[in-house]
């Protein structure tokens, strides 16, 4: 389907509006928030404890006396970019595995997809979990690559039931027996049709790795303090949730509202390139 009859189809559906809409407010707020909010580390009066929402803080003050509305929005660029960064890196990594094996078949074929079935049996929460143990203060980028190498196995398995299915086309056949290199069936035929179930599988990952970063800074393990993190907002919150629940109502609503507007727009996009509704 051409990609502006898709953009058309998605906009033209309620969900798929509204959904994009929310994520374009959240990416501006998370992109131009600094220059109008207060510095989500600043502590102006560590002694006076938590303030509830007011005029002066929309989203309270946490106990460290921190503006909420601050880091859920500096928590909204740490989650946004390590959510795309790690997808476009497993998504890379997926599609160039499903690509491999299933254009080259044989024992191509069968070597990646019994590695990727091996990995599929260990819990990819327990291997993030056994890897940041170790880690007394990860980096955010090695956070990125962590998450992003690890969530490329069920692309790579959708990549290649889309090269199978379409290297049986006529186009493709007929493209090799005219004599095109395997570079160029690849990069013309494979990869361009199937891009389009890569792209619905990586906007529907973006939620699944929020989530995911989110779980393991609440834990401790993943973006560190005094970064600012949804998780970790929630983490810090714990101490003085019955006293000054806004200091985990807030964060916790920007997860549930970022995650589903994720995902609605993944199904959306989905409806949109579905071949069969084409």
């Known amino acids: 389907m051409n990609p ?26 998370a992109a131009v928030g600094p220059v109008f909010l207060a510095d989500p580390l600043a502590q102006p009066d560590i002694l006076a404890g938590s303030l509830p929402p ?12 921190r503006d909420v509305l601050a880091r859920v929005v ?33 024992w191509v074929d ?16 327990f291997i993030l979990l056994l890897t940041l143990a ?3 203060r990860i980096p955010l980028l090695a956070l990125v690559f962590l998450i992003g190498a690890t969530g490329w196995l069920g692309t790579s398995r959708l990549v290649r039931g889309e090269v199978l299915r379409l290297r049986e086309e006529t186009y493709v056949r007929a493209a090799e027996a005219l004599g095109a290199r395997r570079r160029h069936v690849i990069f013309r035929h494979l990869l361009p049709n199937a891009v389009g179930p890569l792209l619905v599988a990586s906007t529907l990952g973006v939620g ?6 989110a779980g393991l800074s609440f834990l401790g393990l993943g973006v560190q303090p005094p970064t ?35 995902n609605l727009l993944g ?10 509704t084409a």
Do not use: C, N
């Open 4 to 29: 502006t009859v898709a953009l058309h189809e998605i906009w033209g559906e309620p969900r798929g509006r509204i959904a994009a809409l929310i994520l374009l407010l959240l990416a501006i707020a």
């Open 54 to 65: 007011g005029v002066g803080h929309p989203f309270g003050t946490d106990q460290l006396s």
């Open 74 to 106: 500096a928590g909204a660029r740490i989650s946004l970019s390590v959510a795309l960064l790690a997808v476009i890196l497993s998504a890379t990594i997926g599609a160039a595995v499903g690509l491999l094996a299933g254009y080259w078949g044989g």
């Open 110 to 125: 069968a070597l990646l997809m019994r590695l990727v079935d091996g990995a599929l049996a260990i819990p990819r929460l």
């Open 134 to 136: 170790v880690w007394e």
């Open 208 to 213: 699944d790795v929020i989530l995911l970063e």
């Open 228 to 262: 600012p993190s949804w998780g970790g907002m929630i983490l810090d919150s714990k101490e003085v949730l019955v006293s000054a629940p806004w200091t985990g109502i807030f964060p916790g609503l920007a997860i549930l509202i970022t995650v589903l507007s994720v």
């Open 267 to 276: 199904e959306a996009l989905r409806d949109a390139l579905d071949p069969r």
